[in-house]
Each structure stands twice: as structure tokens, then as C-alpha cells.
């Protein structure tokens, strides 16, 4: 299916474990995100990527690691989880803006991760 | 300072009136764009409508619009005649910069529904 996808949509884990979210969109866009969600903060950015190989820190990217490999793909991986990070996790993607229009980002729906 | 603050946590509206949710923005940046998402109780987030800083008309969309005041940084999205679908949390969002900067950074959200 064409879009943005997001695995797992749930996942239950513990402190302390590794955990990777995955991200696919078939779309082609070169940029990709990852934001989280937490009641009273919006939506947050921890890292992005402008083509394959190139990311860069957000606003919250602390325990966070990202790669990209494949333009398509965009994994998120916590290394060693907290409790802290339970949060609701959306990839999006946009193409680059071009003058005289700034592009919007579509969004996955989103991974429920809730760190025990 | 806030980038973007909206100030209604919540609002409750009546069926088919109109209702305008707040969103005020900070930059120093001449280009930037502004963007608004709605996000249904089912999780997703959905691109509404955009406005570009240098856009002469405000942007509509259907039912959407927006109240674009530059001087007074300002950009409310107007929904026309609600309807029961319009409940969900409605995001502001900027973009700021030159263009190959993608990042948005989204307010806290205004919680609206619709009574019947």
C-alpha cells in the first residue's frame, strides 16, 4: 500500500531493553521524521533526515539513535528504554519545499510504546 | 518563548456553528509557513490546510480557513458550520526558514467537540 507506515502500532517493553520502531513510506520523500507525543507538550521532533545517510538531532533526540539507510526507511531505535520514554511515536515524511510553497509532512499512525 | 502557542486547552462548540481556534507564533524569520493538523480520536494526524508568510490571500480548504494576521502573528483556523466529525485536537505548526529546513514545531493542541 502506498503511504506511511509505522511497526509495531503497540509495544510493551521494560527498562532497560532495546527497542526499534520502525518506519516505511513509499512515497520516495526525502525528508523523514520522527516526533513523540506527550499530553501537554504537542508533538515533539527527535530526529530527522533530509536524504539516506544524513540525520540530525531535533529537540528531544537524547536516548533516541536513528540510521537510514534506504531512502524508504527510517528506523527509530531506544537503546536502553526508560520510563520516561512511554510515549506515543509518529514517523512522517515530507518532500523537499520548493520556492514558494512550504511542503507538509504526512504522518504514520502512529506506535503506542509504553515502557514498564 | 513559546514558537507556537495555542491558548484553548479545550473548546466545546454546538453543531453547525462556526468555531476558530486560536494559534499565535514567534519568529524573526521573513519565510516561514504555518501549518494546521487535526488529529481524530483514532490517533492520526491529518494535514488540514497551509499559509505561507508571504501569501497575499488567507488559505481555505472546504470548511477550513485561515485567519492569517501577520503583524499580529496570528493564525486561527476558522471551521464553518461544525459538525459532529470536526471533535478531535487540532495542532498549529510553523516552519521556519529557508527552504531545505523541513522541521515544524507544533503547539500544544486545542482539545475541540462537537455537541450535538
Known amino acids: 500500500d502506498a503511504g506511511i507506515t509505522q511497526s509495531p502500532r503497540y509495544k510493551i517493553t521494560e527498562t532497560g531493553r532495546q527497542v526499534t520502531l520502525m518506519c516505511h513510506q513509499t512515497?520516495?520523500?526525502?525528508?523523514m521524521f520522527w516526533y513523540r507525543q506527550d499530553l501537554g507538550h504537542g508533538l515533539r521532533l527527535i530526529y530527522y533526515?533530509?536524504?539516506?545517510?544524513?540525520?540530525d538531532k531535533g529537540e528531544v533526540p537524547d536516548g533516541y539513535v536513528v540510521s537510514r539507510s534506504k531512502t524508504e526507511n527510517f528506523p527509530l531505535t531506544l537503546e536502553s528504554a526508560t520510563r520516561s520514554q512511554t510515549s506515543v511515536y509518529f514517523c512522517?515524511?515530507?518532500?523537499?519545499?520548493?520556492?514558494?510553497?512550504?511542503?507538509?509532512?504526512?504522518f504514520g499512525p502512529g506506535t503506542r510504546l509504553t515502557v514498564l | 518563548a513559546q514558537k507556537i502557542t495555542q491558548t484553548q486547552p479545550g473548546m466545546f462548540v454546538q453543531e453547525k456553528e462556526a468555531v476558530t481556534l486560536d494559534c499565535t507564533y514567534d519568529?524573526?524569520?521573513?519565510?516561514?509557513?504555518l501549518f494546521w493538523y487535526k488529529q481524530p480520536s483514532s490517533g492520526e494526524m491529518i494535514f488540514l490546510i497551509y499559509?505561507?508568510?508571504?501569501?497575499?490571500q488567507n488559505a481555505t480548504e472546504g470548511r477550513y480557513s485561515l485567519n492569517f494576521q501577520k503583524a499580529r502573528k496570528s493564525a486561527n483556523l476558522v471551521i464553518s458550520a461544525s459538525q459532529l466529525g470536526d471533535s478531535a485536537m487540532y495542532f498549529c505548526?510553523?516552519?521556519?526558514?529557508?527552504?531545505?529546513?523541513?522541521?515544524?514545531?507544533f503547539g500544544t493542541g486545542t482539545r475541540l467537540t462537537i455537541i450535538p
Open positions: 512522517a515524511s515530507s518532500e523537499r519545499s520548493t520556492s514558494g510553497r512550504h511542503n507538509e509532512q504526512f
Open positions: 512515497w520516495s520523500h526525502s525528508y
Open positions: 533526515s533530509a536524504a539516506a545517510d544524513i540525520t
Open positions: 519568529t524573526s524569520d521573513p519565510s516561514y509557513g
Open positions: 499559509q505561507g508568510s508571504y501569501d497575499q
Open positions: 505548526a510553523m516552519r521556519e526558514a529557508n527552504f531545505g529546513n523541513e522541521k515544524l514545531t
